[in-house]
């Protein structure tokens, strides 16, 4: 080992832009510590995450690293090679030699590999503990790397200076203590081995939250308790929400059956909220007042329980807008910093895993948000991409889900190759984490039937008498007009004929594409405006503002009972609360032909309206595997249907026909729930799992194990891991005045938290592309970035007050997910 260099410090952990203030290298330590042991205790990991917290940035007591940094703040303009002074390899390094070079049980070398990975990763992600190479990229840096490793000594020395080896050791001992109990709990709770693997990304969020946080708080100057008690908020929400149910009673037509209905579904929810944590299901049907009775459900639930967080999780982004909105409008809320909405990322690739020390860099990542607040709002895909996801900007908020009440709406939307993963990660929140999920959706699917099924609370079903409540709930039929498929004028003429009877339509098709021809149709269609009927389109190339705007619009001539004909993808079929006198749905899956149906009649003010089930010969469905099979299987379903209506209750929608179609869909994919990843052979799943044809192929190739005991492959589970394939990125759009001015103020100087509000604000202006739509407006100039190429924004000329972006259209069609 190379000599050392004559001690020079203090060791230097952040530099204060605003006045050169130092945080030296133990003040750091012992703050993120803390920080860990708050987030960490919540599950009993304390320890682990504790122990985490203390060493992470040891390697930071050198010299190298002191001048690394010095010259970092000093030449913010040319910055030094990110990664030239390696500082989070050291940290593992004396985990491992300490503990693991001397471990007598196989629990402390699983202590020490547990936190060493996240030690050594809190700058990029979780390294594999066996990569398909067949190699252990964490043994390697823990045990074997040379380079950048010259001042261990030195950095090694300067922490036993201050920290007591024999406290170590006992804190060592405690941390070992809870892996064991971690793993009796898997056992007794019959889990898979994927529970330890997310109970490490648990430790690595930890880790990352209490770091990023403390440097933060730095910056700025500040100091904010790592835990924050939000009851008040909770109780004063409880009663405003309670309040609104008695102003809905109160009400002239509250004695409406649907009404009467409502209430129902109300009350009892808010008396299940008295038991215990678990997995439930909620299976309001459509327009039975859903948000309302599960947020009521929640409120409670996290008073009862002592809940620290609601979060509310949807797929697609009008759901999330829709209902943050309505729970605004009832919480009256002054202070609007506790509800967050989070669906987007404006910024892209900011994880802190550059090649350049980079100051502006460095505020990005310090101002993302880390879900700290009592009410969220976000997407399954943000879900998702907690536990799964590359790096570290994903991991970060996933302690934040421990202790929580998890509302899943529309939960039939998971896509389903994410299947188990997603029921794993249900399975890991409710058994180890301390939450509470409620699955909400008219349509429920059966997740507890597939191989890596829901652990579902005994009795989970929320509301009583589910078939009685889904008839009563009755208020369209639905006609089958598949057997001959149509294109945009044909359709055009279908709506013609529909609207001869009825005032307002809603058609919702498959691809952006499609909808665009049709609506081309209609709007140069004579009759369109011979009742003065306005016409509506509605897509994903829309920003959320644009949306949001256009469906106001929208609702305002619903209500008056206005012509309305609104053309639209099936982002407006899940959640929003709109009511058509007719509903005409292109082939798709049942479950999104009845979340269509609630779109029609929503609250009852007919006996019956029409739901008709159509084939656009104007869609290519070749990028939509999910949408091409879900209606080859409801085509099954209506030829049984057609053959034997009594078989289904007489209901295309009623939860028998409903719990058929899962059945059959779910089988015919079985081979896709698992997450595949064909260039491996394997899946993503069985990566996070046991592992175990990588581990076997090892010993066989080495003629012995491993020399560690954990097996996951983190890294190479996230290169692969995408929510929506080839899903491209964010761009910012200049759909109004707000928007402009949010382009031209995050292109300057801004502290942290002034970043966090910009960012917040910008969400509602971005639109999720894929890459060939990047590429193509890239091609026509439309594109231009921001704050160094971490920000992509449209030009005024490529945005379509109608359409949204007009990129070039290849007729794929993609989620509002975000």
């Known amino acids: 080992m190379k000599k050392d260099s004559k001690d020079t410090g203090p060791y230097i952990a952040h530099i204060r832009s605003s006045d050169d203030t130092i945080q030296t290298v133990n003040e750091h330590l012992t703050a993120v510590r803390c920080g860990c042991e708050a987030f960490g205790a919540r599950i009993g990991v304390s320890h682990l995450a504790g122990m985490a917290g203390l060493l992470h940035d040891l390697g930071k007591n050198t010299n190298a690293f002191k001048v690394y940094i010095q010259e970092a703040v000093a030449h913010s303009d040319k910055p030094p090679r990110r990664g030239s002074v390696d500082h989070s390899t050291a940290g593992g390094r004396f985990l491992y030699r300490r503990y693991h070079e001397k471990a007598k049980t196989d629990l402390e070398k699983v202590a020490v590999e547990w936190i060493a990975n996240c030690i050594i990763s809190h700058h990029q992600g979780l390294r594999d503990y066996l990569d398909p190479d067949l190699s252990s990229p964490f043994f390697e840096r ?13 950095a090694e020395a300067v922490f036993l200076a201050e920290h007591a080896s024999e406290d170590l050791d006992h804190y060592f001992s405690e941390a070992t203590t809870e892996v064991m109990a971690a793993v009796e709990e898997i056992r007794r709770r019959r889990l898979h081995p994927i529970a330890s693997a997310l109970l490490v990304k648990y430790i690595f969020s930890c880790l990352i939250d209490a770091d990023r946080t403390d440097a933060r708080q730095f910056e700025e100057d500040s100091h904010e308790p790592w835990l924050t008690d939000h009851r008040d908020f909770f109780e004063r929400s409880y009663r405003a929400v309670v309040n609104q149910v008695h102003f809905y009673a109160a009400q002239e037509d509250s004695e409406q059956p649907i009404n009467q209905l409502r209430r129902e579904m109300s009350e009892q929810c808010d008396n299940f909220a008295t038991r215990s944590s678990g997995i439930f299901t909620l299976s309001i049907p459509t327009g039975g007042g859903k948000t309302l009775s599960s947020f009521r459900y929640a409120l409670k639930h996290a008073l009862e329980t002592g809940k620290e967080r609601i979060v509310y999780v949807a797929p697609y982004t009008t759901i999330i807008e829709q209902n943050a909105d309505e729970i605004r409008k009832i919480l009256q809320e002054e202070d609007r910093a506790l509800i967050l909405e989070h669906h987007s990322n404006v910024v892209e690739n900011l994880d802190d895993n550059g090649t350049e020390y980079d100051v502006d860099k460095q505020r990005w990542i310090l101002a993302r948000d880390n879900w700290d607040r009592p009410l969220i709002f976000t997407t399954m895909v943000q879900f998702l991409n907690t536990f799964y996801a590359q790096g570290t900007r994903n991991a970060r908020r996933l302690h934040r889900l421990s202790n929580a009440v998890i509302i899943f709406d529309e939960v039939q939307a998971v896509p389903p190759k994410c299947v188990a993963l997603f029921n794993e990660a249900l399975n890991f929140l409710s058994a180890l984490a301390q939450s509470t999920c409620v699955l909400c959706t008219a349509t429920q699917p059966t997740l507890d039937f597939v191989k890596n099924d829901l652990k579902l609370a005994p009795g989970a079903e929320i509301i009583e008498d589910l078939a009685g409540v889904t008839q009563k709930f009755k208020r369209v039929v639905v006609e089958d007009w598949t057997a001959s498929p149509v294109e945009a004028s044909e359709l055009a003429k279908f709506i013609r004929d529909r609207m001869k009877g009825v005032n307002q339509v809603l058609v919702i098709l498959n691809t952006k594409a499609a909808v665009r ?28 503002a644009h949306r949001k705007d256009v469906l106001a619009t929208m609702k305002q001539r619903l209500t008056k009972k206005a012509p309305v004909i609104c ?49 656009s010969s104007d869609e290519v469905l070749d990028h939509l595997p999910e949408i091409r099979v879900g209606a080859e299987i409801t085509q099954r379903v209506l030829n049984e249907f057609a053959s034997d209506p009594s078989r289904f209750g007489n209901d295309l929608l009623s939860p028998l ?27 993503l799943l069985e990566l996070l799992n046991n592992n175990t044809a990588l581990f076997q192929a090892y010993r066989h190739r080495y003629g012995a194990p491993p020399p560690i005991v954990t097996r996951p492959s983190f890294a190479t589970a996230e290169r692969y891991f995408q929510v929506i394939p080839n899903a491209g990125r964010s761009v910012l759009v200049p759909y109004n005045h707000e928007a402009n001015d949010l382009l031209t103020a995050l292109n300057g100087e801004h502290a942290p938290k002034n970043l966090s509000e910009l960012l917040h604000r910008a969400q509602q202006y971005v639109v999720n592309l894929y890459d060939h739509d990047v590429r193509s407006l890239a091609a026509s100039g439309s594109l231009y970035p921001l704050f160094r190429d971490h920000i992509l924004a449209v030009r005024d000329t490529a945005y379509s007050q109608t359409f949204g972006i007009d990129a070039e259209d290849k007729g794929v069609w993609q989620p509002a997910f975000g």
């Open 657 to 683: 026909a409903m719990k058929t179609f899962f059945r059959y869909y779910f089988h015919q994919i079985r081979g896709e729930l698992d997450y595949p990843i064909p260039e491996l052979n394997k899946t």
């Open 567 to 615: 053309v639209s993808t099936q982002l407006l079929e899940a959640g929003v609360d709109v009511s058509f006198d007719c509903v005409i749905r292109s082939l798709a899956g049942l479950d999104s032909i009845a979340q269509a149906a609630g779109r029609c009649n929503r609250h009852g003010h007919d006996p019956v309206r029409t739901v008709y089930i159509i084939q």
């Open 142 to 154: 823990v045990a074997l790397k040379a380079e950048g490793m010259e001042e261990y000594g030195r």
């Open 517 to 544: 021809k049709l609506f081309a149709q209609l709007e140069s269609a004579e009759w369109i405006y011979d009742k003065q009927n306005t016409l509506f389109h509605l897509s994903t190339n829309m920003c959320a």
